[in-house]
């Protein structure tokens, strides 16, 4: 069964930092085009960041670009992102998608097939 279980959220003071993961099962990780998205309070959902299968490219948001990293590990299948100089405005649930046919060449979408049940990040002091 294709899963998507992510850790690592909490709370943080500002100007602090976090590492989500986001373990795949079920399916080969790199095989599929990886994303990251959030939802905050009351707003859309929003696309963050995206890795590619093919070359490890990546793209990211201009909300995040500077301060959000994200990777893969291969061998343990999982999906990461870093993420430094967190603001409040960066409070939100966070989810990681993959797709199989999906291209990583701007702001994820809302195509991706597979999706995480969230984890919840709450920057503040």
């Known amino acids: 069964q294709v899963q998507l279980v992510e850790s690592g959220g909490g709370l943080v003071q500002p100007g602090g930092s976090l590492r989500l993961s986001c373990a795949a099962f079920g399916f080969t990780l790199d095989d599929y085009v990886s994303a990251w998205f959030r939802q905050a309070p009351g707003k859309e959902r929003e696309g963050l960041s995206c890795?590619?299968?093919?070359?490890?490219?990546?793209y990211y948001a201009d909300s995040v670009k500077g301060r959000f990293t994200i990777s893969r590990d291969n061998a343990k299948n999982t999906l990461y992102l870093q993420m430094n100089s967190l603001e409040p405005e960066d409070t939100a649930v966070y989810y990681c998608a993959a797709d199989l046919y999906s291209l990583c060449d701007g702001v994820p979408g809302d195509e991706y097939d597979h999706w995480g049940r969230g984890t919840r990040v709450t920057v503040s002091s």
């Open positions: 890795i590619s299968s093919s070359d490890g490219g990546t």
